[in-house]
């Protein structure tokens, strides 16, 4: 951390085939070779927090078999493509605010079947939600999206598709949120939390929305973050 890379070259890490954690962040990284972390298959926790990333490589974690955790909050990734995590099969957390992400490739999240948390919020994200971008993420315990101003949300079974046994944490806050609906959640059947704060033009057009929820108690909707916090710690793995 505080160094001054500006570029990871390909295999820069290769004698260090013991590693399990790499902080990264706040190094002035802007480039990120496509074998730049080869050989680092111990590794559980990579941090690119607070760099200058633009382009993630498809290949750029390839060879990470056992991470566990990635950061790449603050920095300026645009897009994710196809496969980006294919072979993080036990990747948990995925960390990726405030960003400038526009468009989740359908199959950008393909392989993350243990990944439990999963942040997006702070972007630019105006993806199609009958793409269904998170379909692969079966066993995801919570979901992000706050902060995303160009999202438009519309009430759809798809967006939250292979979501519906494992949600419990929904946030939603500062988004395009026009109407939510009794019929919006209900096919979460886990839901226990949803944060859908500062939405300028949104309307409950159930006033009985929240008695339909058979798992979600309404204290525990669009309350505050200190609460969040503390239920997160019991919850997941953070």
């Given at each position: 951390s505080n160094l001054n890379f500006n570029?990871?070259?390909?295999?820069t890490f290769q004698n260090m085939s013991n590693l399990?954690?790499?902080?990264?962040?706040?190094?002035?990284?802007?480039?990120?070779?496509?074998?730049?972390?080869?050989?680092?298959?111990?590794?559980?926790?990579?941090?690119?927090?607070?760099?200058?990333?633009?382009?993630?490589d498809p290949k750029i974690f390839t060879n990470l078999l056992n991470l566990?955790?990635?950061?790449?909050?603050?920095?300026?990734?645009?897009n994710l493509k196809a496969d980006q995590f294919m072979r993080s099969k036990n990747l948990e957390i995925l960390l990726?605010?405030?960003?400038?992400?526009?468009?989740?490739?359908?199959n950008a999240f393909k392989g993350l079947n243990n990944l439990l948390q999963l942040d997006l919020s702070g972007?630019?994200?105006?993806?199609?939600?009958?793409?269904?971008?998170?379909?692969?993420?079966?066993?995801?315990?919570?979901?992000?999206?706050?902060?995303?101003?160009l999202l438009i949300y519309l009430p759809n079974y798809l967006m939250f598709s292979g979501l519906e046994e494992s949600l419990l944490i929904l946030?939603?806050?500062e988004?395009?949120?026009v109407s939510i609906e009794r019929e919006d959640f209900l096919f979460l059947k886990s839901l226990l939390y949803v944060e859908i704060r500062f939405n300028t033009y949104l309307k409950f057009e159930d006033k009985k929305l929240f008695y339909t929820l058979r798992n979600l108690d309404q204290e525990c909707f669009a309350c505050y973050d200190n609460f969040l916090f503390n239920y997160l710690k019991r919850i997941l793995k953070t």
């Open positions: 570029t990871i070259r390909s295999k399990k954690s790499l902080h990264l962040k706040i190094a002035n990284i802007s480039i990120l070779e496509s074998d730049a972390f080869y050989n680092l298959t111990k590794l559980e926790y990579l941090s690119l927090k607070n760099n200058k990333i633009e382009i993630l566990k955790k990635i950061d790449l909050s603050f920095n300026f990734i645009q990726i605010k405030c960003n400038r992400l526009k468009s989740i490739d359908k972007n630019d994200l105006c993806f199609d939600s009958s793409e269904e971008p998170f379909k692969h993420l079966v066993k995801l315990q919570y979901l992000s999206l706050k902060r995303n101003p946030e939603l806050s988004i395009h949120a």
